[in-house]
């Protein structure tokens, strides 16, 4: 594939600028498209997330079980830190593809191919060293597939059917999670098939989108060459130059931040809070996983098309971050499990409001046509870096008060930083 710089307008395409730089308006995408798009999406995380729940943790038990917590910190952090900077880095060299296969086409089958070949080392590894290479290998590769998966809607998709979009490929990582759980837990104790069965299904939903994406092109000749600017340019997007972009970003990571700190330490809560221990929590994390996921699912479905009908996002982004604080609150103070399902239901509504409605006003606000790759890339790094930081700061607000970790302080911080999140959205202008 041929790789230069996306200043210009593909061929045959249209880059003039503009607010959302989304003219002209794609057309409508059908049914087959969406159901194509989607299960691509679902194929990705179901190859990612149970091994980062589930297998991965099986695997360094089986290779160095007498030090497994501190191997598995060594391959999830390496792991990480791969994912963070390699993303950008593809999402960019997407944007700038001059393949006669077309600017998504290739980084998604790359990343599909790669990624189940890593899934496969990672699954025959024989020694901590070669855990570690695999499982960078696998988020490596996985994230290629991602910056090629990520400009699709933005690429695809018109205004008018975003929140719909959105929100049926945004529930893919719910659905990922419940399912990936099912399948590990019916493979088990093959631990082989619980990590090749996912990578199939990797493949096969790339496979599926790739015979019917209808992907964009870009000339060569319309290209000047890559510049160091052009690499760091991968990692920012000047707030002066796309303030409605910036605030975007800054919501997203605010607002993710907060639905952190009710998911990081749930299971340490429950156990401290309600009593239970390591043979009883199981259960119960995953009735708690489940009632979250489907209220999301839905709430999902119902907003985007909500929010594509009345063409109106913020409002739903502000609706969201209130039922998302008052989950935090209803946790912080929970009596009874039973309190505390009610809690995660309410954050599965807000969360899938937000994902869906969010990610649409995001789609609307990206800088450039020419750079959707990157800039979604970009956007990534909000979803992302709160992950890494939220456990960090936790124990800042766990050690208030002395004595035992105190999880109100912190999910009540969490609601606090989530509605910040919310307000930044509003200072969006060119999406109502």
């Known amino acids: 594939m041929d790789l230069a710089d996306p200043a210009t307008p593909a061929a045959g395409g249209v880059d003039a600028p503009a607010p959302h730089g989304r003219t002209p308006e794609p057309p409508r995408v059908g049914a087959g498209f ?211 972009f910036a605030w975007a970003w800054l919501s997203r990571f605010l607002v993710g931040f907060g639905n952190v700190t009710l998911n990081s330490y749930q299971t340490y809560f429950l156990m401290d809070r309600f009593g239970y221990d390591d043979e009883t929590i199981g259960g119960v994390v995953f009735k708690v996983l489940l009632v979250n996921a489907v209220c999301m699912v839905l709430a999902s479905l119902v907003f985007g098309a909500l929010s594509d009908r009345r063409r109106r996002r913020k409002p739903f982004v502000l609706l969201s971050a209130i039922a998302l604080a008052l989950a935090h609150v209803i946790a912080a103070f929970a009596p009874s499990l039973g309190w505390y399902l009610a809690a995660s239901a309410i954050a599965g509504v807000a969360a899938g409001c937000y994902m869906a409605v969010d990610l649409a006003l995001v789609t609307e606000v990206l800088p450039s046509r020419a750079d959707t790759g990157k800039d979604m890339s970009v956007f990534h790094l909000a979803q992302v870096l709160p992950q890494s930081l939220a456990p960090a700061v936790a124990p800042l607000f766990l050690s208030l008060g002395g004595g035992d970790d105190n999880y109100a302080a912190f999910f009540l911080a969490g609601a606090v930083i989530g509605l910040i999140g919310a307000v930044c959205n509003q200072r969006i202008r060119s999406v109502r």
């Open 34 to 244: 969406i159901a194509a798009l989607s299960g691509a999406y679902f194929g990705t995380w179901i190859a990612l997330l149970p091994a980062i729940q589930i297998t991965l943790a099986l695997r360094v038990q089986q290779i160095a079980p007498d030090a497994k917590a501190s191997v598995l910190s060594l391959v999830l952090t390496v792991g990480a830190v791969v994912a963070l900077l390699g993303q950008n880095v593809f999402g960019l060299l997407s944007d700038r593809t001059t393949s006669r296969f077309g600017m998504r086409r290739p980084w998604i089958a790359l990343g599909s191919v790669a990624g189940a070949a890593s899934l496969v080392l990672l699954a025959t590894a024989s020694n901590t060293a070669v855990l570690v290479l695999s499982w960078a290998l696998t988020q490596l590769t996985l994230n290629i597939l991602l910056a090629g998966l990520n400009p699709v809607v933005a690429d695809q998709v018109p205004a008018s059917q975003l929140g719909r979009v959105t929100a049926i490929a945004g529930m893919t990582t719910q659905l990922a999670v419940a399912g990936g759980a099912f399948l590990v837990q019916a493979l088990l104790p093959n631990l082989t098939a619980a990590l090749l069965v996912p990578a199939v299904l990797c493949l096969v939903g790339s496979v599926i989108l790739l015979r019917v994406l209808p992907d964009r092109r870009r000339a060569r000749a319309d290209l000047p060459p890559l510049t160091w600017r052009t690499w760091l340019g991968a990692y920012w997007i000047s707030p002066r130059k796309a303030p409605d």
